[in-house]
C-alpha cells in the first residue's frame, strides 16, 4: 500500500472516532443543564421579618435553590430552584422542618 492512501484511512477512521465521542459528550451533558423553575409556597405561621429570614435561611440549606424571598405581609414564600437538585417536596419539608405551615 501507499502511504498515502494509509493517512487517509487513517484520518477517516480517526475523525469518526472523535465524532462519536463528541456525540456522546453531547448527549451525556443535556442530563446536567440545569431546570429553573420558579414556585410560590403559601406558608401559614409567619408574623414578622425574623420568620421571613428563617425560612430563607432553611431553604438555602438545600441543593440547587438560586433564591429565596419570603414575605410575612402576604404569607408567601417564592422559590427559585433547579428541579433536577431538589424538589418541591424537599422545600416544603424544609419550611416545616422551621415551624410553619405550607398549605398544599
Same mark, same amino acid.
Given at each position: 500500500?501507499?502511504?498515502?492512501?494509509?493517512?487517509?484511512?487513517?484520518?477517516?477512521?480517526?475523525s469518526?472516532? +472523535?465524532t462519536?465521542k463528541t @456525540?456522546?459528550?453531547d448527549?451525556?451533558t @443535556?442530563?446536567? !443543564?440545569?431546570?429553573v423553575k420558579?414556585?410560590i409556597?403559601?406558608v401559614e405561621?409567619?408574623s +414578622?421579618?425574623?420568620?421571613?429570614? #428563617?425560612?430563607?435561611k432553611?431553604?438555602l440549606?438545600?441543593?440547587g435553590?438560586?433564591?429565596v424571598?419570603?414575605n410575612?405581609l402576604d %404569607?408567601?414564600?417564592?422559590?427559585?430552584f433547579? #428541579? %433536577?437538585q431538589?424538589?418541591p417536596?424537599?422545600?416544603?419539608a424544609?419550611?416545616? @422542618?422551621r415551624?410553619?405551615? !405550607? !398549605?398544599?
Amino acid at each position: 500500500m501507499r502511504p498515502g492512501f494509509i493517512f487517509v484511512l487513517l484520518t477517516v477512521f480517526f475523525s469518526g472516532a +472523535c465524532t462519536q465521542k463528541t @456525540k456522546l459528550a453531547d448527549s451525556s451533558t @443535556k442530563s446536567l !443543564v440545569p431546570v429553573v423553575k420558579d414556585t410560590i409556597f403559601k406558608v401559614e405561621g409567619m408574623s +414578622c421579618e425574623h420568620c421571613e429570614m #428563617s425560612i430563607t435561611k432553611g431553604v438555602l440549606e438545600l441543593t440547587g435553590i438560586d433564591s429565596v424571598k419570603a414575605n410575612h405581609l402576604d %404569607s408567601t414564600a417564592f422559590v427559585r430552584f433547579d #428541579s %433536577s437538585q431538589t424538589t418541591p417536596d424537599e422545600i416544603i419539608a424544609a419550611i416545616e @422542618k422551621r415551624g410553619y405551615t !405550607v !398549605v398544599r
